[in-house]
T-cell receptor, first 114, second 109 residues
Framework: SQTIHQWPATLVQPVGSPLSLECTVE??????LYWYRQAAGRGLQLLFY??????ISSEVPQNLSASRPQDRQFILSSKKLLLSDSGFYLC?????????????FGPGTRLTVL | GQNIDQPTEMTATEGAIVQINCTYQ??????LFWYQQHAGEAPTFLSY??LDGLEEKGRFSSFLSRSKGYSYLLLKELQMKDSASYLC??????????WGAGTKLIIKP
């Protein structure tokens, strides 16, 4: 069966510090991968998605970046965090090429920037 | 622009029925999803509609009208554990999901 892992679960960082969030998927090959951010009481905002190693599409211009160094690894980074980067960060995967395209979410990382 | 509208919050009684509406305006349509999200947790998949009509799955049903840009999620025999946010998401012409802000459902005994 497929599983998706994210870490850390919670993170408190000062403004201006760097960020690295990691997501890994097990039990599937060549998944589509996604990074979302959810602000308190808001919907999901798609930040990045990837259809393969080294292939990253950015949906929203910001001070965040994403990388996919391995097939089942997706990393979200920032060189200098802003207060507005606080939120609940969710990684998700889906099976490529299927009409259904349900997305499966990881447990999330709650980031607080102070 | 693309827009998904859902009520912000709804309250219902345990054992009752509740209908959560979702209207959408998107560039193209390739399916509509409903997800459940308990506080502090990740969303989990509930239902998928791509053709008009009603899809039933146990206590949950989802309806779609593409001509009206409208869907609803129907929850029957409400239980306390159904207290959660319910997210409506539409897959657009680029096969990307556009998410609504979610409806927080409060179940009272």
């Amino acid at each position: 069966s497929q599983t998706i892992h994210q870490w850390p679960a919670t993170l408190v960082q000062p403004v201006g510090s760097p960020l690295s969030l990691e997501c890994t998927v097990e039990g599937t090959s060549n998944p589509n991968l996604y990074w979302y951010r959810q602000a308190a009481g808001r919907g999901l905002q798609l930040l990045f998605y990837s259809v393969g190693i080294g292939q990253i599409s950015s949906e929203v211009p910001q001070n965040l970046s994403a990388s996919r160094p391995q097939d089942r690894q997706f990393i979200l980074s920032s060189k200098k965090l802003l207060l507005s980067d606080s939120g609940f960060y969710l990684c998700a995967w889906s099976v490529p090429g299927q009409d259904y395209n349900e997305q499966f979410f990881g447990p999330g990382t709650r980031l607080t920037v102070l | 622009g693309q827009n998904i509208d859902q009520p912000t919050e709804m309250t219902a009684t345990e054992g009752a029925i509740v209908q959560i509406n979702c209207t959408y305006q998107t560039s193209g349509f390739n399916g509509l999803f409903w997800y459940q999200q308990h506080a502090g947790e990740a969303p989990t998949f509930l239902s998928y509609n791509v053709l008009d009509g009603l899809e039933e799955k146990g206590r949950f049903s989802s309806f779609l009208s593409r001509s009206k840009g409208y869907s609803y999620l129907l929850l029957k025999e409400l239980q306390m554990k159904d207290s959660a946010s319910y997210l409506c998401a539409v897959r657009d012409s680029n096969y990307q999901l556009i998410w609504g802000a979610g409806t927080k459902l409060i179940i009272k005994p």
